[in-house]
């Protein structure tokens, strides 16, 4: 089960999965429908990431982990929404709100709960997001080898802008960037 975790968890952190998955899982509602699809799911990584899929099977689990002197986390998360409406945030909202209430209703098991708030964002901003950090990072050079102890200079760091595309800033702005990446002294 730890593999399991650890292979979901490093394809969940892929630049193929962030920017594919949710079109993969629009063409698979499209041609299986939901019920298949959601079943694939859940039978195949909804264990690592979900306690149940209605408020009943989250009441199980929190029975089971109170008897186990464990505390335990519900959250419900809504994602891959793209152009999000106010009245499906609101939709959400209420049945986030309806979930709580259901679960502490009985005041016998003490449970915490969290709003992922990616939630409330639109698919299409956190793709933008997404490039905007590979961007960064590589302006930035940023290498994720320990051993690799290289230092930009300020003249490879405007050339790095200049190859993004980035070339309409004054000193100013520059100067404010450098002392930003650099971080206090």
Not at 12 to 39: E, P, Q, W
Not at 49 to 60: A, I, L, Q
Not at 82 to 105: G, P, W, Y
Request: glycine share 8%; net charge negative; hydrophobic share 40%.
């Amino acid at each position: 089960m730890l593999c399991k975790k650890l292979m979901v968890y490093k394809l969940m952190g892929s630049n193929l999965f962030i920017n594919y998955s949710l079109g993969g899982m629009r063409l698979c509602y499209s041609l299986l429908g939901k019920r298949a699809t959601n079943m694939m799911i859940e039978n195949s990584v909804g264990e690592l990431f979900s306690g149940g899929v209605t408020t009943e099977d989250c009441k199980v689990v929190n029975n089971r982990f109170k008897e186990q002197n464990v505390n335990n986390l519900t959250g419900l998360v809504v994602e891959g929404l793209r152009s999000v409406t106010d009245a499906q945030l609101d939709n959400f909202l209420d049945i986030s709100m309806k979930t709580i209430k259901d679960l502490s209703e009985d005041g016998k098991v003490e449970f915490n709960f969290a709003f992922k708030l990616t939630a409330y964002v639109g698919t299409e901003l956190m793709e933008l997001m997404n490039t905007a950090q590979e961007k960064y990072a590589e302006v930035l050079q940023i290498s994720y080898d320990a051993s690799d102890e290289s230092i930009l200079t300020e003249a490879e760091l405007r050339e790095n802008l200049a190859k993004a595309g980035i070339t309409d800033y004054s000193d100013e702005d520059f100067e404010g960037m450098v002392s930003q990446i650099k971080g206090p002294r």
